[in-house]
C-alpha cells in the first residue's frame, strides 16, 4: 500500500509539473498580452457574473483581498472596468467591464480559442475524444474531493519577500477596518521589518494566507512577538492557539530565556491566549494619540 500511494504520489506530482508547462504555454503564446492567467480570469469573471462584486472575485477564485483590490484598481485606471454602488447596500460596488475592457476581454478570448485549436489541431478525433473526457474525469474526482472537506491549514516557517507584501496589508487592513487606525500604522509597519527577524510562520489554507506570528531578535536571551494575526474566518479554528504555540516552543528549543510583546489595551482578542501560555503584563505606558487613536500600550513578558 505505501509503494502505491508514493507511486500515485509521484505520478500525480509528474502531471503537475506537465501541466504547469502546457499553462505557461498558453500564457506565452495564447495572450500575447500584460494580462497575466488570474488577471484574464477575473475578466472572464467579471464578463459573465451578473453584478459581479471584488468578494465574490476574491471567493471564486481563492484569491487574496489585497491582491484582488490591486488588480481591481489598476483595471478602473486604465479604464477596463468601472464600478457601481448597490442601491441596497452602499458600502459594496458592483462591477462591469467597460466598452474598451468587453472589447479586450473578447481579443483574449478570441486568441485562447485560436491556440487551443492550434494544440488540438493534429491530434485526431478519437484521441481528441479521449481527452476531454480524460479532463473530464479529473474535474469530476478532485471536485468531489477537494469542494467538501474542510480546508486543512499548514504552517511554514519561511517567508519570501511576497510574504512581508501580504503581512503588511493584512495588518494594516485589519486595524484600520476594526480600529480605525490611520495611514501612519503603515508607516510603523515598515519600520517594523528593519529590525533583526528571527523567524516567521505564515498558516495556509488551500495556499491562502490565513494567519502569522514572528519573532524579532532583541538580544541572545531575548526575543519580541511581532505580527500576530489569524483572518476573522478562521479565528475559532485553533489556529492562533497553533501560531502562538509554534513560537514558543521554538524559542524554548534555542533557549531563549523571554519572549515580549507589545500590543495596546483596546485589543482584547489575543488577551486571553497570552494569558493562557503564560504571558503577563509588566508595563504599561500613559495614554497618548497613536495612529489616529487615544490608546494605551501594554508590554506582556513571559519567562522561559
Not at 63 to 92: H, P, T
Amino acid at each position: 500500500m505505501k509503494n502505491n500511494i508514493n507511486s500515485c504520489t509521484c505520478e500525480f506530482r509528474k502531471f503537475n509539473r506537465f501541466y504547469t508547462n502546457v499553462l505557461g504555454f498558453l500564457n506565452e503564446h495564447i495572450y500575447d498580452s500584460p494580462f497575466s492567467l488570474t488577471e484574464t480570469r477575473i475578466l472572464f469573471e467579471i464578463y459573465n457574473t451578473d453584478n459581479c462584486t471584488a468578494k465574490m472575485l476574491q471567493e471564486s477564485l481563492g484569491l487574496d483581498r489585497g491582491y484582488v483590490s490591486r488588480i481591481i484598481k489598476r483595471f478602473e485606471k486604465e479604464n477596463i472596468i468601472y464600478k457601481q454602488k448597490c442601491e441596497e447596500d452602499g458600502r459594496n460596488h458592483f462591477v462591469y467591464l467597460t466598452t474598451s475592457g468587453i472589447s479586450i476581454y473578447k481579443k483574449l478570448e478570441e486568441k485562447a480559442n485560436h491556440q487551443v485549436e492550434y494544440i488540438l489541431k493534429d491530434i485526431d478525433d478519437k484521441n481528441q475524444k479521449e481527452l476531454i473526457d480524460s479532463m473530464k474525469t479529473i474535474e469530476c474526482i478532485l471536485s468531489q474531493h477537494l469542494h467538501h472537506k474542510e480546508s486543512v491549514v499548514s504552517i511554514r516557517d519561511y517567508y519570501l519577500s511576497e510574504d512581508i507584501k501580504i503581512i503588511i496589508e493584512k495588518q494594516r487592513a485589519f486595524f484600520a477596518d476594526t480600529y480605525g487606525w490611520d495611514e501612519t500604522f503603515l508607516d510603523y509597519l515598515y519600520e517594523t521589518f528593519d529590525a533583526e527577524i528571527e523567524k516567521i510562520w505564515i498558516a495556509e489554507s488551500g495556499g491562502k494566507f490565513v494567519g502569522c506570528i514572528g519573532l524579532v531578535k532583541h538580544n541572545e536571551k531575548t526575543v519580541q512577538l511581532r505580527w500576530f494575526l489569524v483572518e476573522s474566518a478562521f479565528r475559532k479554528e485553533g489556529i492562533g492557539t497553533q501560531l502562538l504555540q509554534t513560537l514558543v516552543d521554538y524559542c524554548k528549543e534555542k533557549k531563549y530565556e523571554r519572549i515580549f510583546l507589545w500590543t495596546v489595551s483596546s485589543m482584547s482578542t489575543a488577551r486571553p491566549l497570552y494569558k493562557k501560555f503564560g504571558f503577563e503584563i509588566t508595563e504599561v505606558k500613559k495614554e497618548k494619540l497613536l495612529w489616529g487613536q487615544n490608546l494605551t500600550e501594554e508590554c506582556w513578558d513571559l519567562k522561559l
